[in-house]
């Protein structure tokens, strides 16, 4: 039989698609990437973690992205107005937050009422989700801070690590980033009727040149399986 019949076939070349995601994602979607790769060898992900208006500007300023998951939905309205996508986003996770503050509670805060009580409070920037969603906490408890007294991170992982770090006395940011630091941070819960729904959404941007492969991540983190790593992570379904 001629040598030809036996060849090795070439090894597959991968693809790689870039997914742009909110920085409270990095861990969940961390896992879930190494989950998808393990299910599609042919595709490997790339992630570019950051808030969720900067990737927005990004994508807008033409940086190559083939998905783009956001912690609010708003975000999406302003890449439909800017064309940088076709279609509404896909809910796939929800959100709430939380206040934390330095292990042990030194200052024996007990709910938002007592924030007054820190010298220094960290929230995120005002124009990012989490900066918005911690706002409408403050307001939902007739909350006032003074500017003086806050200091403002560029994005949820930042924002958490000033009150792990002992930079903050107290923060407010996302129960998945409370999960995340419990060991370096004390958590205490915000009563739902004073808390927000914050929504995931998540899309595939265009002109990007992997859209078959990108909606196959999409599809995965909707799936079963990407559900469930996102329910370790502290996120609730959508």
């Given at each position: 039989?001629p040598?030809?019949a036996h060849a090795?076939?070439?090894?597959?070349?991968k693809?790689?698609i870039?997914?742009?995601?909110a920085?409270?994602?990095?861990r969940a979607?961390t896992?879930?990437g190494?989950?998808f790769?393990k299910?599609?060898?042919s595709?490997?992900v790339?992630?570019?973690f950051?808030?969720?208006s900067?990737?927005?500007?990004?994508?807008?300023s033409?940086?190559?992205?083939d998905v783009?998951?956001a912690?609010?939905l708003?975000s999406?309205?302003k890449?439909l107005a800017?064309?940088?996508?076709?279609?509404?986003?896909r809910?796939?996770?929800?959100?709430s937050?939380?206040?934390v503050v330095k292990?042990?509670?030194?200052?024996?805060?007990?709910?938002?009422?007592d924030?007054?009580k820190a010298?220094?409070?960290s929230?995120c920037?005002?124009?990012?989700p989490c900066?918005?969603?911690a706002?409408?906490?403050?307001?939902?408890?007739?909350v006032?801070l003074?500017e003086?007294?806050i200091?403002?991170?560029?994005?949820a992982t930042?924002?958490?690590?000033?009150?792990s770090?002992?930079?903050?006395d107290a923060?407010?940011?996302y129960?998945?980033?409370?999960?995340?630091?419990r060991?370096?941070?004390?958590?205490i819960?915000?009563?739902?009727s004073?808390?927000v729904k914050?929504l995931?959404?998540?899309?595939v941007?265009?002109?990007?040149?992997n859209?078959?492969?990108?909606?196959?991540?999409l599809?995965?983190?909707?799936?079963n399986?990407?559900q469930r790593?996102?329910?370790?992570?502290g996120f609730q379904?959508?």
């Amino acid at each position: 039989m001629p040598s030809s019949a036996h060849a090795v076939p070439l090894a597959q070349s991968k693809t790689t698609i870039t997914v742009s995601a909110a920085a409270s994602l990095n861990r969940a979607f961390t896992e879930i990437g190494k989950q998808f790769e393990k299910a599609n060898p042919s595709i490997k992900v790339r992630f570019n973690f950051g808030s969720s208006s900067s990737l927005v500007s990004q994508i807008q300023s033409g940086a190559p992205t083939d998905v783009f998951a956001a912690a609010d939905l708003a975000s999406f309205d302003k890449l439909l107005a800017s064309g940088n996508v076709v279609k509404s986003p896909r809910v796939f996770a929800r959100n709430s937050m939380q206040l934390v503050v330095k292990s042990g509670n030194p200052l024996g805060i007990r709910t938002v009422n007592d924030l007054n009580k820190a010298s220094t409070i960290s929230l995120c920037a005002k124009t990012i989700p989490c900066g918005l969603y911690a706002a409408a906490v403050l307001s939902r408890h007739g909350v006032s801070l003074s500017e003086s007294n806050i200091s403002r991170g560029i994005d949820a992982t930042a924002t958490l690590n000033a009150v792990s770090t002992g930079d903050a006395d107290a923060a407010l940011v996302y129960v998945t980033d409370a999960i995340s630091a419990r060991k370096l941070v004390t958590a205490i819960a915000i009563p739902a009727s004073k808390n927000v729904k914050a929504l995931y959404g998540i899309g595939v941007v265009r002109g990007g040149k992997n859209s078959q492969q990108s909606e196959r991540f999409l599809a995965y983190v909707l799936s079963n399986s990407g559900q469930r790593i996102l329910a370790s992570f502290g996120f609730q379904g959508p």
